[in-house]
C-alpha cells in the first residue's frame, strides 16, 4: 500500500507561518485596494458566491464548561486557517473550496450496536437541546493552536438518544466524502471517509462537544458543517468534521491519520507536552493570531483539561497510548 507521510504533501505544515503572513499580507492588500474603490459592502457581496446563503444565527446560552482566562482567536482566522483535506490540503484551501458542500438536507445515520439503527436529522438535532457556547483551547498535532467560541452540546446527549447497547466499546464518527460536493484530493494520500474515533467514556465525557456553530452563528463550511466533533483534550484530528454516520462498535475502530502513519498518530492523541510526535517537539505551541511577544507558549497536559479528564487514563502508559 502507498503511504505518503503526511509531511511529503502539505507544505504549508512546514512553513505554516510564513504562508500565514503571506496570505495575511495579500488579503490585507487586497481588501485596502478593492476597498478604496467599493466600500467593504460592495466587496462582500462581489466575493460571496450566489449559492452560499448567509450564516444562520444561533441562540446561545453560556456554558459553565467554557475555559476562562483565554482570549479567543478572531473569526477571520479561525475560518482562513484550517484542515480539511476533503477540500485540499492547504491552510487557506478549505475557505476557498467548500462553498460547494450542500449541508442541507443532512442527517446523521446511527449504526452498529445500538437498540435500533436511526437516522437523524440536522434540523431536530439543533433543537434536542439548549446551544451552549462553550469557549475551548484547540490544539493542532502540528504544534499550533487557537481559542475557539464554539455553539452546541454535549456529546453524551445526542449518544442517549442513540440508546447504545452495553457491548459498544467506541464510537466511530465518518464524514461526509461526496466527489460531487468536494474535491476529495488524492494529493493528501488520505482513504476517503475521513473517519475517527472515541473510547466510549470518552464520547461520554461532558466536555466532548457536539459542534453546530462558532462566534453564535452556524458552522461555516470550512469549520465542518454542518455538525463536527470536538475535543478539547486531544489533538485537533480527533474531531471529525462534516459527520454523515456514527457508529457504535465493540473494537476500537480504524482512524485515518493512525492508518496513514500509526507511529506518528495514535488513537488516543491527548495533547501531551512530554510525549513529542517523531518529528517535532509537542513542548510548545504556536497561538494563531496572537501578538508576537505571545505567539509561543507551553503546551499544557491534556490540553489545560486535566483536572476534568485525566482520571480517564488511570493507570495506562500515556507513552506507549500516544
Ligand atoms: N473530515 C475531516 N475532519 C477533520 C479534518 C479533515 O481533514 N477532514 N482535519 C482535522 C484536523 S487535522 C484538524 S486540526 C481540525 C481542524 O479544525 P478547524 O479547521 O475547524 O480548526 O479538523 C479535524 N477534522
Ligand atoms: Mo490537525
Redesign the pocket.
Known amino acids: 500500500m502507498l503511504i505518503l507521510k503526511k509531511s511529503d504533501i502539505p507544505s504549508s505544515e512546514i512553513t505554516p507561518k510564513r504562508d500565514y503572513m503571506n496570505r495575511r499580507s495579500f488579503m490585507a492588500a487586497a481588501a485596502a485596494g478593492v476597498a478604496a474603490v467599493a466600500g467593504e459592502c460592495a466587496l462582500r457581496g462581489v466575493l460571496q458566491p450566489p449559492h452560499v446563503k448567509a450564516a444562520e444565527k444561533l441562540n446561545t446560552i453560556k456554558s459553565p464548561l467554557s475555559t476562562t482566562g483565554v482570549t479567543p482567536t478572531s473569526f477571520e482566522d479561525?475560518t482562513h486557517y484550517?484542515?480539511?483535506?476533503?477540500f485540499g490540503p492547504d491552510k487557506g484551501d478549505?475557505a476557498k473550496n467548500s462553498g460547494s458542500l450542500h449541508t442541507r438536507p443532512w442527517s446523521i445515520k446511527v449504526e452498529g450496536l445500538v437498540a435500533k439503527p436511526q437516522t437523524f436529522d440536522i434540523d431536530t438535532l439543533l433543537k434536542l437541546r439548549p446551544m451552549e457556547e462553550r469557549i475551548y483551547r484547540?490544539r493542532?498535532?502540528e504544534a499550533w493552536s487557537?481559542v475557539i467560541p464554539w455553539a452546541g452540546y454535549s456529546l453524551s446527549e445526542f449518544i442517549k438518544q442513540c440508546q447504545p447497547l452495553s457491548t459498544a466499546k467506541y464510537v466511530q464518527f465518518i464524514?461526509l466524502a461526496d466527489s460531487k460536493q468536494e474535491p476529495l484530493p488524492w494529493s493528501a494520500g488520505i482513504q476517503w471517509p475521513?473517519q475517527e474515533g472515541l473510547r466510549m467514556d470518552e464520547a461520554m465525557h461532558p466536555l466532548t462537544l457536539l459542534t453546530f456553530g462558532l462566534y453564535g452563528q452556524e458552522l461555516p463550511n470550512?469549520?465542518?458543517a454542518p455538525v463536527r466533533i470536538i475535543v478539547p483534550w486531544k489533538y485537533?484530528?480527533k474531531?471529525?468534521?462534516?459527520i454523515v454516520k456514527i457508529k457504535f462498535v465493540k473494537d476500537q475502530p480504524s482512524t485515518t491519520w493512525n492508518e496513514m502513519a500509526a507511529n506518528e498518530y495514535g488513537f488516543y492523541s491527548n495533547v501531551n507536552p512530554n510525549v513529542d510526535h517523531p518529528r517535532w517537539s509537542q513542548k510548545r505551541e504556536r497561538v494563531i493570531g496572537a501578538p508576537i511577544f505571545r505567539q509561543l507558549q507551553p503546551t499544557l497536559m491534556f490540553n489545560g483539561y486535566g483536572d476534568q479528564v485525566a482520571s480517564l487514563y488511570n493507570g495506562m502508559d500515556l507513552r506507549k497510548n500516544y
Open positions: 479561525i484550517n484542515n480539511f483535506y476533503e478549505p484547540f493542532c498535532v487557537m464524514s475521513y470550512q469549520d465542518g485537533g484530528f474531531s471529525a468534521k462534516s
